[in-house]
């Protein structure tokens, strides 16, 4: 499951949810680039805008389409195969390739669900945010991969407390404990995004009605602490974000690294990660883009 971290940070790594459809071609510093989201291309379309790209140069292919056809599998692999003889360089990467190549439609679901093992080595920890797709990440089916969603990604520090004095909600704990413990993961990744409404909430300090909600978001204070601090700021790697530079989506990336330094006051990580066998990771997704960032903890 490190390989689809490594691979993953540089391309688009989740859908937009039919929030956007269409292709679209530009090119950049780093070569030429192909989107291909939303709903489903004509293959004629498809085809046509693969001929327009001039030969001999460095294309990224980013597919993100719920449902690719075998036939425009086949349009993509041909092109790139024949633009390489060319001596152009080309790499396509496929959301969800793993189901859609076996034609989920066609494959019985039940089959595949039940007789999956369950032997996850990644834990990811993000947003409760509906446009965060956790599965998309990296393109896991049944078993491969552990996910806790919170409000923020938030991870509250080992033995934290409301303002009342009682513990706060330890589910992202206990999820934390069974997945170094006994899953015994590699990895824990805290995925944060842009325009989070958890961290706009924070930053306003505004109160929330329900006291639950308020006390979770009052633990996302370490990461404004942090921030105004003039703590210096998380390094996207290796491509600079495109969002929109507000405050809210900087807070975003802060919040990122407070909240692995909170999964290091829990016992079964450090000692983990102190014996070689656990990794701590951070991302960030924009959403305008659809693109992923590692976050240099450095």
């Known amino acids: ?13 989740m859908l937009y949810c039919a929030l956007r459809s269409g292709i679209r071609v530009e090119e950049r510093d780093d070569g030429w680039h192909l989107m291909i989201h939303g709903r489903l291309p004509s293959r004629s379309k498809l085809s046509s805008v693969l001929a327009s790209i001039p030969p001999r140069v460095a294309v990224h ?22 633009f390489e003889k060319a001596g152009g360089f080309a790499v396509v990467h496929e959301i969800g390739r793993p189901w859609l190549s076996v034609g989920l439609s066609t494959v019985d679901r039940c089959g595949v669900v039940t007789s999956a093992e369950r032997s996850p080595r990644t834990l990811l920890i993000t947003c409760a945010d ?8 990296g393109a896991t089916g049944p078993g491969e991969m552990i996910v806790v969603r919170s409000s923020g990604n938030i991870v509250p520090a080992r033995g934290a407390r409301a303002r009342s004095g009682l513990l706060i909600d330890t589910t992202v704990a206990a999820a934390v404990d069974f997945a170094v413990e006994e899953l015994g993961v590699d990895d824990i990744v805290v995925c944060g995004h842009s325009v ?7 930053l306003r300090g505004v109160g929330v009605d329900i006291a639950e909600s308020s006390d979770w978001i009052e633990q996302a204070r370490p990461s404004v602490v942090r ?7 998380p390094v996207l790697d290796p491509t600079p974000a495109e969002d929109s530079g507000s405050v809210v989506d900087e807070l975003s990336k802060y919040n990122v690294v407070q909240q692995i330094e909170h999964l290091r006051t829990y016992p079964a990580v450090v000692a983990a990660e102190r014996a070689g066998r656990l990794r701590l990771a951070g991302m960030y997704f924009e959403i305008a883009t659809a693109r992923m960032h590692l976050i240099d903890q450095r």
């Open 61 to 82: 292919v980013d597919v993100a389409v719920p449902d690719l056809s075998d036939s425009l599998v086949a349009t993509i692999n041909d092109w790139q195969e024949n």
């Open 1 to 13: 499951m490190v390989v689809f971290l490594a691979c993953a940070v540089a391309v688009t790594v």
């Open 227 to 233: 921030m105004s601090g003039g703590r210096p700021a």
């Open 130 to 137: 509906s446009r965060i797709v956790p599965k998309m990440i």
């Open 196 to 202: 989070c409404g958890a961290m706009s909430s924070a």
